[in-house]
């Protein structure tokens, strides 16, 4: 792994996990400040009123989105990462610090294939799936290869380790 690419992986990280602490920390004040927060900007308020101004504008999103799109390809990888945590309502996070320890702990492999990782590459695996009661701590968190978080899916990385040898 070359100099770019791991600034390059630093960078995806960063922006995935500000966003992550961000809605965390939000959720949890309002939670429970529901009463002091009147100048709380209900999220779902403002995606209701992007909503609106979408359907009476719908030629400016598209060409918006379009050209993010075309700009951003690994955000927009991260971000629907982070669509998928929070429809998943997963308990816990993780700092930047500890995936970048967990990187390195990995020596940037994938934690199942042993596959070099770089920042196009990597994803973030839940040894075991939210799906199935895992956390969003970082003890329950691995890279991995894109290949074996599909593969893996919904098994944990137990049961995975053991399809992957026995298929050897
Ligand atoms: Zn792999």
């Known amino acids: 792994m070359?100099?770019?690419?791991?600034s390059f992986l630093r960078c995806l990280s960063i922006l995935i996990i500000r966003r992550m602490i961000?809605?965390?920390r939000q959720k949890e004040y309002y939670n429970s400040h529901k009463e002091q927060c009147k100048g709380y900007v209900d999220p779902e308020k403002t995606r209701?009123?992007?909503?609106?101004?979408r359907q009476r504008h719908p030629e400016v999103g598209r060409e918006r989105t379009n050209r993010w799109?075309?700009?951003?390809?690994?955000k927009l990888r991260a971000l629907k990462k982070q669509r998928r945590?929070?429809?998943c309502n997963a308990i816990g996070r993780f700092t930047l610090e500890e995936w970048n320890t967990k990187l390195e702990e990995y020596n940037y492999r994938c934690a199942y294939c042993g596959c070099e990782l770089n920042s196009?590459?990597?994803?973030i695996d839940h040894q075991i799936p939210l799906s199935r009661g895992g956390?969003?701590?970082i003890e329950n968190i691995a890279p991995a290869c894109k290949i074996c978080n599909c593969k893996k899916y919904t098994k944990t990385a137990e049961e995975y380790l053991s399809e992957l040898e026995s298929s050897i």
């Open 135 to 137: 956390t969003n701590y």
């Open 85 to 87: 945590y929070r429809d």
């Open 2 to 6: 070359n100099d770019s690419d791991d």
């Open 120 to 123: 196009d590459t990597v994803t």
């Open 69 to 74: 799109r075309k700009n951003n390809p690994g």
């Open 48 to 53: 209701e009123r992007g909503r609106r101004y």
């Open 22 to 24: 961000k809605n965390a």
